[in-house]
């Protein structure tokens, strides 16, 4: 399963040089992850997850394979890109292929690196992109809804439901509100989708501030998590000079200079562990001499579904599910001691999976 992450922000926000980081990471784990750069704007990084090392020591893995996150970096945009300023009709087609936005929004001063606006405004340069992901969401829905209702009108229900959700985004839309204030249920996310609108991502904002306040932000960096909680966001804090020279510096090293500028982990790391969160995805594990595995499913998915990310066949041919939560394996030193002490459960097709089960399915081909 693919989850894709858009990088946006106006210029100079160090937007490029927060997604140049991200990639020169994933390229120095190379090493010991399979590593893809699918376009010179795309970047398929590791989740950091330490679980995955404590599994495969337990059970003697040979090789460890985390689960993965695709970010963009989506080309800047200005004032108008709803109207095709800039590079606005590539910048919205981009954004459109996401599952959410990761927003940089510029939380330093500095004069030798100008601002697009003149000024540093951060909930201004949130209010700026935000606008024209509306407005193009607007025009996009006011086009369609002709179409939508004539369809609806010959008894599609499918029909009829869009046109619903289409609606209640319009009204929304309309009082300068995004779609996702729509108040979808998850019975009705995926036809909610379908309507493409660029408002109704989730949004993560990132805080770019300067190297000093790396570690607990600044004034700026807390107007916009002020803003985030106001909207139901997410919103961490990075120094994206830090992470640009972090990520160049050989694994040994990095751990030291870390510490130099009071820091426990890249800041890169809990980018990465946002957007996850964000997506409402959680991490299952397959274990064994071989390798450890983590992978993605989104939250609430049942054992069938949680089989087919692996392979369409394991979903259509499920049996069960022999599990063994995070928790029990790592005190039960692994899938022996686990079985012995009775913390080894077979599950059916109606069960849904848990953040860290460890998982081994059974299926007939």
């Excluded at 995955?52 to 970010?71: D, N, Y």
């Excluded at 959410?100 to 201004?124: M, N, Q, W, Y």
């Excluded at 229900?157 to 046109?163: G, V, Y």
């Excluded at 493409?196 to 570690?215: F, I, R, T």
Aim: proline share 4%.
């Amino acid at each position: 399963m693919g989850f894709k992450c858009g990088i946006v922000g106006l210029p100079n926000v160090g937007k490029s040089t927060l997604f140049n980081a991200l990639t020169q990471t994933a390229a120095a784990q190379a090493a010991n992850y399979p590593f893809c750069t699918i376009e010179p704007n795309v970047g398929d990084v590791a989740v950091p997850d330490p679980r995955l090392a404590t599994l495969a020591e337990i059970a003697g893995s040979k090789e460890i394979i985390p689960t993965r996150l695709t970010f963009v970096d989506i080309a800047g945009l200005v004032r108008g890109a709803s109207k095709g300023e800039g590079l606005g009709n590539q910048f919205l087609a981009n954004i459109r292929e996401c599952d959410a936005i990761a927003h940089v929004v510029r939380c330093f001063e500095d004069g030798d690196v100008t601002h697009v606006e003149g000024k540093i405004d951060p909930l201004s340069d949130i209010a700026t992109i935000e606008t024209e992901l509306m407005l193009a969401d607007l025009d996009s829905l006011e086009r369609r809804i002709v179409a939508m209702e004539k369809k609806a009108k010959g008894g599609d229900k499918e029909a009829k439901d869009i046109l619903a959700l289409a609606q209640r985004s319009l009204a929304e839309l309309k009082e300068g509100r995004p779609a996702r204030a729509a108040g979808v249920s998850r019975e009705e996310h995926d036809l909610f989708q379908s309507l493409g609108l660029l408002s109704s991502k989730p949004v993560l904002y990132v805080c770019n501030v300067e190297e000093a306040s790396a570690d607990k932000g600044n004034f700026f960096s807390e107007l916009v998590k002020g803003q985030a909680a106001k909207e139901g966001a997410a919103a961490v804090v990075v120094s994206a000079k830090i992470e640009s020279e972090i990520a160049v510096l050989p694994e040994a090293e990095q751990k030291d200079y870390l510490e130099a500028v009071g820091l426990t982990e890249p800041g890169l790391n809990r980018v990465i562990r946002a957007g996850y969160d964000l997506l409402h995805l959680v991490t299952y594990f397959t274990v064994g001499p071989k390798e450890a595995r983590a992978w993605t499913i989104e939250k609430g998915t049942k054992a069938p579904q949680a089989a087919g990310v692996i392979h369409t066949d394991f979903e259509k041919g499920f049996i069960r599910s022999e599990t063994i939560a995070y928790g029990d394996y790592v005190a039960c030193r692994g899938e022996a001691g686990a079985r012995e002490a009775g913390k080894f459960r077979l599950e059916g097709k109606d069960y849904v999976v848990a953040d860290g089960d460890v998982l081994h399915f059974r299926f007939a081909n």
